[in-house]
């Protein structure tokens, strides 16, 4: 009987990017308040089209055995079957340094009370 090795896909975003990446291992952090995710899957380089994408990631997290995410940056993390193509997704156009937390939207208060 084969043994089954989990495989998980975290989506969390950091300054203004999604980030969606595979990993073997997932577990709670000694620091508060953070993941941490080893073992770093990504697709193999026998394929002869390159994802300019996943060719990205892979060179951020080139030399890294074990990275650690603060819980508030998570947007989910899934256990999946298959592996799938490393991204990183650009989340806005937001140039300044101070993002917006995420899942919050540009609503803007009204200073005029509705009747």
Do not use: W
């Not at 709670?28 to 089209?49: A, K, P």
């Not at 799938?84 to 208060?109: D, L």
Request: charged letters at 25%.
């Amino acid at each position: 009987m084969a043994i089954k090795e989990h495989l998980f896909k975290i989506i969390f975003f950091q300054r203004d990017n999604v980030y969606e990446i595979y990993a073997r291992q997932v577990s709670e952090s000694d620091m508060y308040g953070f993941i941490v995710v080893e073992e770093l899957v990504f697709g193999e380089r026998s394929s002869v089209l390159v994802d300019p994408s996943e060719e990205k990631v892979k060179h951020e997290f080139a030399e890294v055995t074990r990275t650690y995410i603060p819980m508030h940056a998570i947007l989910r993390i899934d256990e999946v079957e298959k592996e799938g193509v490393a991204t990183i997704v650009r989340g806005g156009t937001n140039t300044n340094n101070v993002s917006q937390f995420p899942g919050m939207t540009n609503n803007k208060i009204s200073s005029t009370p509705q009747e």
